[in-house]
C-alpha cells in the first residue's frame, strides 16, 4: 500500500525566497511520484514527475523534485519564490498498474508569498 | 488536449437522496478516479476503476458506489446522500503506468 505525507500544511516565504515543501512516501513497490498544485478556483495541474529515470526532475514554472529512496523522500524546492506560485501544492504516489494502480495523494501544502 | 468532464460544476441534494455524479473522459485512458476534496485532508480516494466493469476501493468508499460500463464514463453513486457527504467531488482519468492523471473540474456537492 502506498501512502504520503507532506509536512508543514503551510508555508509562508518572502518573494525572491527559497522554496522547500516536503513529501514523504511509503510504498511497497518502487513508486512513481508527482506533485501537483491547485490555483484558487482552478483545478489540479501537475507540476513534475518522477518515473524512475533520473532522480533530480524538472518541472514547470522553475520548480524541481530530487528522489531519494534511502530517506523515502520527493521534497519540491523552487530557488526564488513568486508573488504568482502561492497555490496550494500536493505530493501523490502510485504503485503500478492495474488493481495496485490507484493514485494517493498527500494533504496538501498551502504556499503563501509575502511582497 | 485531455478532457475530463464532470457533469455538474454544483449540486444540492437533500439527505437520503439517491446522488449520481458523472465523469468521461476523450483519452482513451484505462484507469479512472474519483476523490473527495476537503479542507485540510488534501485528496481522498473513494474508488479507482483500472478497466471496465473494474474496480477497486480507496481509503473512503463506505456510502459510495461506483460504475464502469464504458471505458469513457466513470460513476459514482451516493446511495443515500447524507451531509457529511457534503464536499468537493474531483474525477480524475489516466493511461499507462506511470504517467500523470488529468483532473475534472470538481462538483461541489451540498447535501441538506
Known amino acids: 500500500a502506498q501512502s504520503v505525507t507532506q509536512l508543514g500544511s503551510h508555508v509562508s516565504v518572502s518573494e525572491g525566497a527559497l522554496v522547500l515543501l516536503r513529501c514523504n512516501y511509503s510504498?511497497?513497490?518502487?513508486?512513481?511520484l508527482f506533485w501537483y498544485v491547485q490555483y484558487p478556483n482552478q483545478g489540479l495541474q501537475l507540476l513534475l514527475k518522477y518515473t524512475s529515470a533520473a532522480t533530480l526532475v524538472k518541472g514547470i514554472n522553475g520548480f524541481e523534485a530530487e528522489f531519494k529512496k534511502s530517506e523515502t523522500s520527493f521534497h519540491l524546492t523552487k530557488p526564488s519564490a513568486h508573488m504568482r506560485d502561492a497555490a496550494e501544492y500536493f505530493c501523490?504516489?502510485?504503485?503500478?498498474?492495474?488493481?495496485?494502480?490507484?493514485?494517493?495523494f498527500g494533504k496538501g501544502t498551502k504556499l503563501s508569498v509575502k511582497p | 488536449d485531455v478532457k475530463v468532464t464532470q457533469s455538474s460544476r454544483y449540486l444540492v441534494k437533500r439527505t437520503g437522496e439517491k446522488v449520481f455524479l458523472e465523469c468521461v473522459q476523450d483519452?482513451?485512458?484505462?484507469?479512472m478516479f474519483w476523490y473527495r476534496q476537503d479542507p485540510g485532508l488534501g485528496l481522498r480516494l473513494i474508488y479507482f476503476?483500472?478497466?471496465?466493469?473494474?474496480?477497486e476501493k480507496g481509503d473512503i468508499p463506505e456510502g459510495y458506489s461506483v460504475s464502469r460500463e464504458k471505458k469513457e464514463r466513470f460513476s459514482l453513486i451516493l446511495e443515500s446522500a447524507s451531509t457529511n457527504q457534503t464536499s468537493m467531488y474531483l474525477c480524475a482519468s489516466r493511461g499507462r503506468l506511470g504517467t500523470e492523471a488529468f483532473f475534472g473540474q470538481g462538483t461541489r456537492l451540498t447535501v441538506v
Open positions: 483519452m482513451d485512458h484505462e484507469n
Open positions: 510504498s511497497s513497490v518502487p513508486p512513481y
Open positions: 476503476s483500472y478497466d471496465v466493469k473494474m474496480k
Open positions: 501523490a504516489v502510485s504503485g503500478y498498474g492495474g488493481s495496485q494502480g490507484n493514485l494517493i
